[in-house]
Every structure is written in C-alpha cells, then in structure tokens.
C-alpha cells in the first residue's frame, strides 16, 4: 500500500496503492497483457484490514497474521495506470481473532472483495 487515507479504529480503514508498469509482477503475468495478480491485490486488502487491527492496540508488540479468507470473488482485472482504493470494516473482534471485510475499488468500480480473518499474535521478549 502506498498511503492510508482514513482509520478509524476497530471500524474502518480505507488506503490506495498506485500500480505503474514498474512492479517487477507485470513482466511475468502477462508480457503480452500486463494484469496485476489476484493475490497482490488479496495482499493489499490484508495489509488495510491488518493496519486497522493493529492500530487502537498499539500499546502491544502484535502483529497481525493472516488465517482466512472467505467470499474472496475478483470482479474486474487490475492494469497498470489504475489506483486501487482498499476499504475495510470491522466485522467483528474477539480476544486475539479479528475479521474485516475488504474491498478493492478502482474508478469507483470493485475490482475484488471479500472477508479476511486475522489473528493477532504478541511478539516474545
């Protein structure tokens, strides 16, 4: 992600990321027509939905890892040029488990969406 432009905590998050055709991924996916993975995109609503659950628990070492994903569906393709508007809610938080649902929107548009669960684990001394 290249900037986070609203956080609530433990409501809302919304960033962008700016795709040019400089990331290295589009020299391989594809020559011919460069589209920008689906998992780089998954990637990108994890890192808005993980900055979120972090953010009212700053006071803790945690870090946000990764554990699900459901009703991931991709809509339209990603190209470069395109900025993608990642916004994530609060679905729910319990103890160390947290889960958001994501969108990416590009030109008002999503291009992918679906629920991220997390679970937020304490750095060991």
Do not use: C, W, Y
């Amino acid at each position: 992600m290249d900037r986070i432009l609203e956080l609530e905590d433990d409501k809302r998050v919304v960033g962008i990321k700016n795709v040019t055709m400089n990331e290295a991924f589009f020299s391989g996916h594809f020559p011919e027509k460069p589209i920008m993975p689906g998992v780089l995109i998954t990637e990108a609503m994890a890192q808005v939905g993980g900055i979120m659950m972090l953010r009212s628990r700053k006071d803790k070492r945690l870090t946000p890892f990764l554990t699900g994903i459901d009703k991931l569906r991709f809509r339209k393709p990603v190209v470069p040029g395109d900025q993608i508007r990642v916004e994530a809610e609060l679905m729910g938080f319990k103890t160390s488990i947290g889960k958001v649902k994501a969108r990416a929107i590009v030109d008002n548009q999503v291009v992918a969406e679906g629920e991220m669960m997390f679970a937020l684990v304490e750095e060991k001394k």
